[in-house]
């Protein structure tokens, strides 16, 4: 098989699309031919390409339409959780069963497969993408790290759970340029990278209106865009949040503000609020909150005018995993899919919450890259108030109190090697 896709004369495949169930490998190691072997899958390792996951429903089309689950547990075991130990992109259910006819001699009905137009496209797509990312040359692609920004305020700016994630980024983008990719102007450190970002148009309401708009999308492009997005989709966001036209005002024109910094052919992004700092009533994790305006043309500047190959989600956890849609086996009217589309997505996200990295892995098509957790450190005071704490007396009891309790560190854990084996 192996020679099959890989021959000596032509060019390997760029993609693999897998339609079968179950993993090829199995937890932990065994014995081979007298010597042990780990099992993960020897034919993907040499193969060296992205594996897609495409989903053959043994539930009915009507069911699936209906019910927000998206799968069955049955459906969900056999094509994504077994899948998903080989390492496996998820990408969407393309058929269902449907009954073909009656069999007489055996008194049964025959099922078979029922395609799904429009989900074989977005397979189609993805494939197209990666194939894409694989076959451009390193100087010449395109990548956005989007940093999370929750709540929104400045302060809150690239937080990310048990990761430095600004000092990781700039390491992110010192790691691409050393690999070949065109950047621009990297920042000294993490400092400096917030420094910039906040110089510019944040989410912080704040500052609305008062720094300068590096980057927009205008308003008839994004109308062209979001003419072509599902009926239902269209007429849920207006109800929402009412006409783009609206929400694009500026004094100088209409068109969607884009928040973040170009450096060449990497472009860092602070992700957009889901619309909850309008409403304080609303939640991060709501699943029936439909993304803004805003939020729509933030993605869609990135596919269209920016023309980004892949999107780095720096760090756990943005807020794209949690929009409204299935929660596996997504549809064209499900949200993670109208924002984010057909990209190749990168995502590394600590490993201690595999539940919702599930999230971020199954609803778009995530490749989730874990990191450990933080190493344990003693906690002490800040610098000057240890100096001064040490050089009283009768405080040293309060001292060693305090440096017996282990916190965790966020900055040693950064991830600009995970991020350069992705990406190179």
Not at 294 to 309: M, V
Request: proline share 6%; hydrophobic share 35%.
């Amino acid at each position: 098989m192996l020679h099959y896709f890989r021959p000596k004369d032509e060019p390997g495949i760029q993609v693999l699309l897998n339609t079968t169930s179950f993993s090829l490998a199995q937890l932990g190691e065994r014995e081979r031919g007298g010597e042990t072997t780990s099992d993960f899958p020897e034919l993907w390792q040499r193969l060296d390409v992205p594996v897609l996951q495409v989903i053959l429903s043994g539930g009915g089309l009507a069911q699936w339409q209906q019910e927000w689950r998206g799968l069955s547990p049955r459906d969900v075991a056999m094509n994504v959780a077994l899948p998903e130990v080989d390492g496996r992109i998820i990408s969407r259910a393309v058929s269902f069963k449907a009954v073909q006819g009656w069999n007489a001699a055996l008194e049964t009905e025959v099922l078979n497969y029922q395609p799904v137009d429009d989900r074989i496209q977005f397979v189609a797509d993805l494939a197209a993408n990666w194939a894409k990312l694989r076959q451009e040359s390193i100087g010449d692609r395109k990548v956005a790290l989007i940093l999370a920004n929750y709540p929104t305020r400045n302060g809150r700016l690239a937080n990310g759970v048990g990761l430095d994630t600004p000092a990781s980024c700039v390491e992110i983008l010192n790691a691409l340029q050393q690999a070949g990719y065109h950047v621009e102007d990297i920042p000294k450190n993490d400092d400096e990278l917030i420094r910039r970002l906040t110089a510019g148009i944040t989410n912080d309401p704040e500052t609305k209106g008062m720094n300068p708009v590096a980057q927009t999308l205008s308003i008839a492009a994004y109308q062209a865009w979001f003419d072509t997005l599902p009926k239902t989709v269209k007429t849920q966001v207006c109800q929402r949040w009412g006409t783009a036209q609206d929400s694009f005002a500026l004094p100088e024109g209409i068109a969607a503000r884009i928040a973040g910094i170009q450096l060449g052919n990497i472009f860092v992004g602070i992700q957009p609020s889901r619309g909850y700092d309008t409403d304080p009533a609303l939640n991060y994790h709501a699943p029936d909150l439909e993304p803004t305006h805003d939020y729509l043309a933030f993605y869609q500047w990135l596919r269209s005018d920016f023309g980004t190959h892949a999107i780095v989600h720096v760090g756990k956890h943005g807020n794209l995993e949690w929009l409204p849609g299935k929660s596996v086996a997504l549809s064209e009217d499900c949200y993670p899919e109208v924002a984010f589309g057909a990209i190749p997505h990168l995502y590394p996200f600590i490993v201690n919450d595999p539940g919702e990295g599930s999230q971020a892995k199954r609803r778009s098509q995530a490749v989730i890259n874990p990191r450990s957790i933080p190493v344990s450190s003693n906690s002490r005071s800040h610098d000057s108030l240890d100096s001064a704490r040490e050089s009283q007396s009768g405080s040293s009891s309060y001292g060693r109190r305090c440096r017996s309790c282990p916190i965790y560190t966020r900055r040693p854990n950064r991830t600009d090697h995970q991020r350069r084996s992705l990406l190179v």
